[in-house]
Nanobody, 122 residues
């Protein structure tokens, strides 16, 4: 059974930074693509970033390009999202996800964490 646990969320002022972590158990992450999604109140879950199984390929939604960086560390079975220059519109619950095929659609991912809240104050 795969379990994903996010951490690192919190309250930060606009322009600040946070680093989210996603720790996996039950399966080695190194063979699977992974992604970060987020969901703001009253909105649908949206794609943020994805990374290939070996970390060699990444993709971002336009609104976070140049500010967020997705990475993974196989030895620690952990994925990260470094978020810089945060804006109030980045406020959401952030979820990590693992699947067999890389993509930007939530339905392509089979396993999800419980989410971590990120709040950016203006």
């Amino acid at each position: 059974q795969v379990q994903l646990v996010e951490s690192g969320g919190g309250l930060v002022q606009a322009g600040g930074s946070l680093r989210l972590s996603c720790a996996a158990s039950g399966r080695a992450l190194s063979s699977y693509p992974m992604a970060w999604f987020r969901q703001a109140p009253g909105k649908e879950r949206e794609f943020v970033a994805t990374i290939s199984w070996n970390g060699g390929s990444t993709d971002y939604t336009d609104s976070v390009k140049g500010r967020f960086t997705i990475s993974r560390e196989g030895a620690k079975n952990t994925m990260y999202l470094q978020m810089n220059s945060l804006k109030p519109e980045d406020t959401a619950v952030y979820y990590c996800a693992l699947g067999d095929i890389p993509g930007t659609t939530a339905s392509m991912y089979d396993y999800w964490g419980q989410g971590t809240q990120v709040t950016v104050s203006s």
